[in-house]
C-alpha cells in the first residue's frame, strides 16, 4: 500500500472515525476502579488524536508531494548504493535510453528511469509545450528546463502546489517565454543522496542529473543540443542544486535560476566554491524575499561578489514572503520568462535520434 495512494488516505479516515466511534461506545463501560478507567479513557483520546493526525499528515503529503513513496518517508531509498564497483557499465546505447514516458497528470507524462552513469534511478516527468505535437513542428527541436523540487518534496509537489505546466503554457501564450520542455526529475533517486554532486558514499547525484536524466529525455524527446538549449531551475534545496549544476556543468546547462536557495556556502563543491574557483560561461538567476530568513537576499549578494568573468548573477529580489509555496509561487513565472531568454529559441534541426517522439 503506498504512502501516497488513495487506498491507504481512505483507511486512515476509517481508522479516524472508528477510533472516535469506539471511544464514544466505551467511555462509559470501562469496567474497574477509577485508577483503572482513567487510564484507559486516556489511551481511548490519545488514539483518537494520533489517527486524526496521521489523516491530517497524510492529505497534506498528498496535496504538496513532499514524500513520494515509504522509503522517501523512512529514508531508505538512498541507503543501497555502491560505490566500489570493480566493473564499469557500458555506455548507454539506444536500447539503455530509450524510455517509454505514460501520461501522468496535467499534461505531464512520467517515467522510471535508470542512470547507466550514475547508477540512480527515479522518477521523472516530462510536459511538452502546445506546439510540441503540431503538424507544423513536427522536425522542430525544442528547448529543455530542468526543475527540481526542495526537501522534503518530489517532483509532484510541481503538479500539487503550483500546477506548474500551466504556469509555463500562460507564459508562452502572452509572449514571456518561447515554447519549452520541462523535466521534474527527483533530487533524490534510489542510489545518490540528497546534494546534487558526486560524492564518496554519497552516490553519483550530480552525474544522474547533469548525465543521466538529460541523455534519456534527449534520446526520448525532440531536444535542443545542450548547453545552448538547456538550462536548470529549481526552488530551496532544488534552488541550491541548481546554482550547484549550472556552475558545474556548464556544458550541459547555459544557465540556471536558484529560487530561495538553501545556503550556497555549505557542502562539497558548493555553489559558493564553485564560484569563487571556476569561470565557466554561464549565467545565473538567484530569487529571494527578504522576509525568507532560511534563504535571506545576501545569498545572492555572496555569489554576485565571488563569480569571475563571464559568469554573471543576477538577484531577483520580493519585498515579501516566507520560505514557502506561495512566494516561490511568485518566483516561478518571473524565473521561466528569465531563464527562456538565456535559451536557444525552438528551430528546425536535423533529427539525429529516430526514437524521438
Not at 188 to 195: F, I, R, V
Request: glycine residues 10%; charged residues 15%; hydrophobic residues 40%.
Amino acid at each position: 500500500m503506498g504512502l501516497t495512494s488513495p487506498l491507504f488516505f481512505v483507511v486512515l479516515i476509517v481508522a479516524a472515525v472508528a477510533a472516535v466511534a469506539g471511544a464514544v461506545l466505551l467511555w462509559g463501560r470501562v469496567p474497574g476502579p477509577r485508577l483503572i478507567r482513567l487510564p484507559a479513557r486516556v489511551g481511548m483520546i490519545v488514539v483518537c488524536q494520533l489517527t486524526a493526525v496521521f489523516v491530517v499528515m497524510a492529505g497534506v503529503n498528498n496535496q504538496y508531494g513532499f514524500y513520494a513513496s515509504w522509503d522517501d518517508l523512512l529514508g531508505g531509498g538512498s541507503g543501497s548504493m555502491n560505490t566500489n564497483a570493480k566493473h564499469k557499465a557500458p555506455p548507454p546505447g539506444p536500447a539503455q535510453l530509450t524510455v517509454k514516458f505514460d501520461a501522468y497528470a496535467q499534461g505531464f507524462r512520467k517515467a522510471d528511469v535508470h542512470g547507466s552513469k550514475s547508477g540512480a534511478s527515479g522518477d521523472v516527468m516530462v510536459w511538452t509545450p502546445p506546439q510540441y505535437d503540431k503538424k507544423e513542428y513536427a522536425n522542430t527541436r525544442f528547448p529543455v528546463i530542468v526543475v527540481l523540487h526542495g526537501l522534503p518534496g518530489s517532483p509532484r509537489s510541481f503538479l500539487r502546489a503550483m500546477r506548474l505546466g500551466q504556469i509555463m503554457e500562460r507564459q508562452i501564450a502572452e509572449g514571456k517565454a518561447e515554447p519549452a520542455i520541462l523535466v521534474l526529475p527527483t533530487i533524490t533517486p534510489k542510489g545518490a543522496k540528497a546534494g546534487c554532486t558526486d560524492a564518496p558514499n554519497r552516490g553519483k547525484g550530480g552525474t544522474w542529473l547533469a548525465q543521466d536524466v538529460p541523455d534519456v529525455v534527449a534520446h526520448n524527446f525532440r531536444t535542443l543540443p545542450a548547453p545552448s538549449g538547456w538550462a536548470v531551475m529549481g526552488i530551496s534545496t532544488g534552488g541550491y542544486c541548481a546554482a550547484r549544476l549550472t556552475l558545474d556543468y556548464p556544458k550541459r546547462y547555459v544557465a540556471g535560476a536558484a529560487l530561495a536557495p538553501d545556503n550556497p556556502a555549505e557542502g562539497p563543491r558548493s555553489p559558493l566554491w564553485l564560484a569563487h574557483n571556476t569561470q565557466p560561461n554561464v549565467d545565473l538567476l538567484v530569487g529571494s524575499s527578504t522576509q525568507d530568513p532560511e534563504s535571506p537576499p545576501r545569498f545572492a549578494d555572496w555569489l554576485g561578489h565571488a563569480v569571475h568573468t563571464p559568469t554573471t548573477v543576477t538577484p531577483m529580489l520580493l519585498d515579501t514572503g516566507g520560505h514557502n509555496w506561495k512566494t516561490w509561487g511568485r518566483m516561478v513565472p518571473e524565473a521561466l520568462t528569465w531563464v527562456s531568454s538565456h535559451l536557444e529559441a525552438p528551430r528546425v534541426v536535423p533529427l539525429a535520434s529516430p526514437d524521438a517522439p
